[in-house]
């Protein structure tokens, strides 16, 4: 069983930039193998046609549904698990976790029941063509049955990281990638099976993941224990669980909505738009995010282990510290990216209709990356510390009430230059947004080891 006083002395007193950086190289090397995994799936399935392509994009759009549910019970359990043990509440701490786990594999489970039942109007929801349903078909449906697992892998993955083991983390994560990549091409090309081989591929790595993670609390590698015993369902602990974790389903669920408007408004300009758009620019975008904001992932459990220690000068150091660095990360992964652009949409797309329309909007997209750290940041300090209002604020803006009106008013006036331009607009909007709010945080936490009052969070 680990220490907890060892680990309690390293949240608190361990400088920050060391601290930060420990536990952000894990978790930047989980995003960065995943985010390969995407890449390399995007890749295999283009051979298949531009059709096929579009459908990763349509199916990331379920993902995102998976990944929503998944991030709020996990980073809605996490953040309370941390701040419990900054406090030395451990039993709570398992009681939180154990109750956030669960909920995230039930909430996964009635997705991808509902999911199947409705499988044919759910692909066209999320954006889907005539042409590429029997693509993006193939590949949710194996998606959709590994949903409870891979809800309960998001779940898992963020309560480790929330405790300061991004390293025990990312071994289920790396796993899981790994074994998707050559699953890819056993069922993909081996046994010709298509997308429906990349579908199966991603669902048995994700229940491989699942289960590694899981053996981390079942082995006694962590602080806190997860077990049916140890669930709380009583509405108080299922409400804070949700509140604190609601600000993850704004964000990720309103990107699976943004994902979805994007292929609509995609639409008319062909399977080549969406499969440039969704799933091409999408995916470089997130990899260079994963570049330069991996070390947001460590910076959470910092500021919100500290948080819960009243350690709030440590909060403020650590939010500047990866801004900083998030920022010249993202300056150079964006230019090495700008400046090979059509390169890298042929790489996983060698069509000119799809090169054209994708190399543009990775353009404004890599311009873009400079305005996130910030906004980005400053989000997962306020979910982290417990300010779920403030999180939910600049949740919502990014991917809903900035980015759904930008595309539909900037493509109806401007057509495929303005899908190009929405999300970098977005990102400018929110950027500018997100100042005054920091202000008012960083500005109402008091000296160290004072308390602040609860509805402060609220």
Same mark, same amino acid.
């Given at each position: 069983m680990q220490d907890n006083r060892e680990q309690y002395e390293k949240m608190v007193n361990t400088p920050i930039p060391i601290l930060v950086t420990q536990l952000g190289i894990p978790t930047t090397i989980s995003m960065l193998v995943t985010n390969i995994y995407n890449l390399v799936d995007t890749f295999f399935v283009g051979k298949l046609g531009t059709s096929a392509s579009g459908a990763v994009g349509v199916v990331f759009g379920l993902m995102a549904i998976l990944q929503a549910f998944g991030f709020m019970f996990g980073h809605g359990s996490g953040s309370i698990v941390s701040r419990r043990l900054g406090a030395g509440r451990v039993e709570e701490a398992s009681r939180y976790a154990s109750t956030g786990f669960l909920l995230a594999c039930i909430s996964g489970l009635i997705i991808g029941v509902c999911g199947l039942i409705f499988i044919d109007p759910l692909m066209r929801l999320l954006g889907s063509t005539d042409t590429i349903l029997p693509f993006a078909r193939d590949y949710a449906i194996f998606i959709l049955i590994a949903a409870?697992? $891979?809800?309960?892998?998001?779940?898992?993955?963020?309560?480790?990281?929330?405790?300061?083991?991004?390293?025990?983390?990312?071994?289920?994560?790396?796993?899981?990638?790994?074994?998707?990549?050559?699953?890819?091409?056993?069922? $993909?090309?081996?046994?010709?099976?298509?997308?429906?081989?990349?579908?199966?591929?991603?669902?048995?790595?994700?229940?491989?993941?699942?289960? !590694?993670?899981?053996?981390?609390?079942?082995?006694?590698?962590?602080?806190?224990?997860?077990?049916?015993?140890?669930?709380?369902?009583?509405?108080?602990?299922?409400?804070?669980?949700?509140?604190?974790?609601? +600000?993850?389903?704004?964000?990720?669920?309103?990107?699976?909505?943004?994902?979805?408007?994007l292929n609509q408004q995609a639409k008319p300009f062909g399977d080549a738009a969406i499969a440039a758009m969704s799933s091409i620019v999408n995916r470089v975008n997130f990899f260079a995010f994963a570049l330069g904001l991996g070390l947001g992932q460590g910076f959470q459990p910092v500021s919100s282990f500290n948080y819960g220690a009243k350690k709030y000068s440590r909060v403020r150091k650590a939010f500047w510290f990866t801004v900083i660095v998030s920022e010249v990360l993202l300056a150079i992964v964006g230019a090495v990216i700008f400046l090979n652009t059509d390169a890298i949409i042929r790489l996983f797309r060698d069509d000119p209709a799809v090169?054209?329309?994708?190399?543009?909007?990775?353009?404004?997209?890599?311009?873009?990356?400079?305005? &996130?750290?910030?906004?980005?940041?400053?989000?997962? $300090?306020?979910?982290?510390?417990?300010?779920?209002?403030?999180?939910?604020?600049?949740?919502?803006?990014?991917?809903?009430?900035?980015?759904? +009106?930008? !595309?539909?008013?900037?493509?109806?006036?401007?057509?495929?230059?303005? !899908? &190009?331009?929405?999300?970098?607009?977005?990102?400018?909007l929110l950027f500018v947004t997100t100042i005054p709010v920091l202000y008012y945080f960083l500005k109402k936490l008091p000296p160290d080891g004072e308390d602040i009052p609860e509805k402060h969070a609220a």
């Open positions: 409870p697992f $891979m809800t309960g892998s998001f779940a898992l993955n963020n309560l480790l990281r929330y405790e300061g083991l991004a390293s025990r983390a990312m071994v289920g994560l790396i796993s899981g990638a790994v074994l998707n990549i050559f699953g890819d091409m056993i069922f $993909m090309f081996g046994f010709n099976m298509g997308t429906a081989g990349a579908g199966l591929s991603t669902a048995l790595s994700q229940i491989v993941g699942f289960f !590694i993670l899981l053996s981390m609390y079942l082995c006694g590698k962590s602080q806190t224990r997860i077990s049916v015993k140890n669930a709380d369902f009583r509405p108080a602990v299922v409400g804070d669980i949700a509140a604190t974790g609601f +600000p993850s389903l704004l964000r990720q669920g309103l990107s699976s909505i943004s994902t979805m408007i090169t054209a329309i994708g190399s543009v909007a990775l353009k404004w997209q890599c311009i873009a990356l400079l305005f &996130q750290p910030l906004a980005v940041c400053a989000n997962m $300090m306020f979910q982290s510390c417990g300010y779920r209002l403030l999180a939910s604020l600049t949740a919502i803006l990014r991917s809903g009430l900035y980015f759904i +009106p930008m !595309i539909m008013v900037l493509s109806h006036f401007l057509g495929l230059t303005g !899908i &190009q331009l929405a999300q970098p607009v977005t990102d400018v």
